[in-house]
């Protein structure tokens, strides 16, 4: 049977992993290499590295770095963060990343999703999805759901999120990966009712992402969540947990894992 | 010096599957080349033919590389391993398309029919199969070698083989059907998941493949 995954998510800056407190007082978390290596050795199913700066100076730093631990790592690989055309995702795989997530690029131009998976196939092409519940007016005028944002969650692009992942998912997209901007960095657990809502309706995987706290929560992103995967950072970053005892606790917990 | 050839035929990435043999062909006497000129691959020792997307397309690019004529010298003499849709190309013919496999191996590639079912958690079954899954062993191989049984290893397809001669058949996964993960016949041996990616388990099989005397 297929295991569920877990995915920790690195952050990276100038080509160095980094670890900070809402993206303030960024501190150098050490070699990519061997955060990568060790990761893998607790059994992590995959890692995603976030290009949180993602300027154009930037772009050849992190070609590097992917390169460096595609050497030594085998286990899948995802980029994220400034990738914006089928040439990013032509570099970022030869550099050795197996699949590449767009975010505000795919919303200012949802061409690119259909032209980088007819051109590289769906298995590389990762949707990140930023949704916050619609409140107030908005959730009085179009009804209950959430919107899509952008630009690193600042902007309300009006899209809803279920209707955004189901287009993404018919352009070509192999993956979602859902983040709830109402639960990011809370550690009150994913929203799990649009976790469900947004996994039951497409046909392609969705890593739940946002508000990790605890082991139960990842857990609880699987079965009331209907997350194929799960993705956290700062649980793992700082040392509160391994990827092993996340395992041993969703195994518990009678969720099929790779131990 | 003994070499490696990566078949390079235009499609996808082969950067992963090169890292992976080049890290434990280190110390071997394996040198490991990733090329597109019949030349090498006819001069090779070993084979691995990787392949990524679309059958047809993978095909399509194979016969027009010029390298078809080459593998297939290669497939009836020299280890080979093939990888994803290169070992779905090892096939007579695939759901995914209208062009014809090598023909290597008897039997057909289908597409995972998973629409509306639902896993025993009651969540829905995805397609592509993206991720670990578990690798039973339906025969004694030297490429299982130290691999134990039920091992996981990681996919990521939407189409399985299904071989004419369950004899080809050298290990299955489930995923809403009990499918072929890998065949074996005389000198070939292919997955359809992706050892380069499947830790230390996956290096162990490039690491059999080198070793390997059919």
Redesign the interface.
């Known amino acids: 049977?297929?295991?569920?995954?877990i995915i920790p998510c690195l952050d990276v800056t100038g080509g160095r992993v980094v670890k900070g407190v809402n993206f303030v007082e960024l501190r150098d978390a050490g070699d990519p290499v061997e955060i990568a290596a060790r990761y893998?050795e607790q059994g992590a199913?995959e890692l995603t590295f976030l290009d949180i700066t993602a300027t154009s100076d930037d772009r050849g730093l992190i070609l590097h770095m992917i390169e460096a631990v595609?050497?030594?790592v085998?286990?899948?690989l995802t980029v994220g963060g400034g990738v914006r055309t089928v040439d990013d995702v032509r570099r970022l795989?030869?550099?050795?990343a197996?699949k590449t997530s767009f975010n505000s690029a795919a919303i200012a131009n949802p061409d690119v999703i259909s032209a980088a998976a007819g051109k590289?196939?769906?298995?590389?092409i990762v949707v990140a999805i930023d949704a916050k519940r619609r409140t107030g007016d908005d959730a009085a005028q179009r009804g209950p759901g959430w919107d899509v944002y952008s630009h690193g969650g600042r902007r309300n692009t009006g899209l809803d999120a279920l209707e955004w992942a189901r287009q993404m998912a018919g352009r070509g997209a192999?993956?979602i990966l859902l983040t709830s901007m109402d639960r990011d960095g809370t550690k009150a657990g994913f929203d799990l009712e649009l976790t469900r809502t947004i996994?039951?309706a497409v046909?392609?995987?969705v890593i739940a992402s946002g508000g990790v706290g605890n082991l139960d929560h990842l857990a609880d992103g699987?079965?009331l969540g209907?997350a194929?995967?799960v993705l956290a950072a700062s649980i793992f970053h700082y040392g509160e947990y391994t990827v092993g005892q996340a395992k041993a606790r969703m195994a518990e917990r009678g969720?099929p894992v790779?131990l | 010096m003994k070499t490696v050839a990566v078949v390079d035929y235009g499609m996808g990435n082969l950067r992963s599957v090169a890292q992976a043999v080049l890290h434990v062909a280190r110390g071997s006497g394996f040198e490991v080349v990733v090329t597109s000129r019949p030349e090498d691959v006819r001069a090779a020792d070993r084979i691995v033919l990787p392949g990524q997307g679309a059958m047809p397309d993978c095909m399509r690019e194979l016969a027009q590389s010029g390298l078809r004529a080459s593998v297939l010298e290669a497939a009836a003499a020299k280890p080979l391993f093939g990888v994803c849709v290169g070992m779905q190309m090892l096939l007579d013919r695939s759901a995914e398309g209208p062009t014809d496999g090598l023909g290597l191996i008897h039997g057909e590639v289908l597409r995972f029919d998973l629409e509306g079912r639902l896993q025993p958690d009651g969540s829905r079954y995805k397609v592509p199969q993206m991720g670990w899954n578990q690798v039973f062993q339906t025969q004694p191989h030297p490429i299982w070698d130290g691999v134990p049984d039920a091992s996981y290893f990681y996919f990521v397809h939407s189409f399985y083989v299904r071989p004419s001669d369950a004899r080809h058949s050298a290990g299955q996964a489930d995923y809403g059907t009990r499918f072929t993960a890998a065949v074996a016949r005389d000198n070939i041996f292919a997955t359809q998941f992706h050892p380069e990616k499947s830790a230390d388990q996956g290096l162990a099989l490039y690491r059999n493949f080198l070793h390997w005397t059919p």
């Open positions: 049977m297929l295991a569920k995954r893998n199913d595609a050497s030594q085998f286990i899948p795989l030869n550099a050795g197996d590289y196939g769906s298995q590389c192999g993956e996994s039951d046909p392609v995987p699987i079965q209907h194929d995967a969720i790779r």
